[in-house]
């Protein structure tokens, strides 16, 4: 279990140290807001205290949050007012502990965000390996995947992608094989639980609704042009959906 703290206090980090001793958890203090922004992408727990924000905390953890959604995050405070928690939780924060920190408080609102964690690092597995058979895609074959599950003939699709009904045959063999499916319907459930995973613990954009038809492919050499495709994989993703990814 990996908890950043950034507390600018010696007496809260003092405590935070303690428990991680005696509870069997691995803990770091930090005490400036510096490596903040970098250090939030590798911790489960994050624990930020006002001190080490003071001109804009809830704004900053809001952000975090947005930014990591699957990151458990806590805050701590010395002048936390109710108005204050509500809007942090209202926002994703996991835990709200006012100043002074109680260690018994503490230990008794842990588990449940241990269990959170671990569960979190289970669906975060599970989507790296769908993720991993999709990246297994050829540009080719993510095209035949897209005529697949809008119910495109073999004849209809070759037709479209302007190759012979055998490379279409094939292509479609190393669809399924590649996305370890039998049929049209287990494709469809993979997408939908790539889609789900990637919104829960990678805080990736859903993938496009899939349409009634899929439009032939016009000869503009657009290949960046595929908002007419039922299906993206989660690492194709459009340059203004990185942009807000960075930020």
């Not at 509500?86 to 002074?100: C, I, Q």
């Not at 008794?108 to 390996?129: H, T, W």
């Not at 074959?141 to 897209?146: F, G, R, S, T």
């Not at 070759?158 to 370890?180: D, H, M, P, Q």
Request: with cysteine; glycine share 4%.
């Amino acid at each position: 279990m990996n908890v950043l703290v950034f507390d600018s206090h010696s007496e809260a980090s003092q405590v935070w140290q303690e428990l991680a001793s005696a509870h069997g958890f691995r803990v770091s203090v930090f005490h400036n807001p510096e490596r903040l922004p970098g250090l939030a992408s590798e911790a489960q727990i994050l624990v930020i205290d006002q001190s080490v924000l003071p001109q804009a905390f809830l704004a900053s953890i809001a952000t975090i949050c947005k930014q990591h959604p699957s990151l458990q995050v806590i805050a701590t405070g010395a002048s936390l007012r109710v108005d204050d928690a509500v809007d942090l939780m209202r926002d994703g924060v996991a835990l709200v502990f006012p100043k002074p920190l109680s260690r018994s408080r503490i230990l008794s609102a842990l588990p449940p965000i241990f269990q959170k964690v671990d569960q979190i690092a289970k669906l975060d597995q599970e989507y790296q390996r769908l993720n991993g058979l999709f990246s297994k895609l050829t540009t080719r074959e993510k095209d035949v995947l897209n005529y697949i599950l809008v119910g495109t003939s073999n004849k209809d699709t070759a037709g479209l992608l302007n190759v012979s009904v055998r490379t279409i045959e094939s292509r479609r063999a190393k669809v399924y094989r590649k996305l370890e499916a039998n049929n049209v319907a287990e494709l469809v459930r993979k997408i939908d639980r790539l889609e789900s995973l990637g919104k829960q613990v990678a805080g990736q954009p859903p993938i496009p609704a899939r349409p009634e038809h899929v439009q032939p492919r016009t000869n503009n050499n657009n290949n960046n042009n595929n908002s007419h495709l039922p299906f993206n994989a989660p690492h194709r993703q459009t340059a203004s959906v990185l942009k807000h990814q960075v930020c």
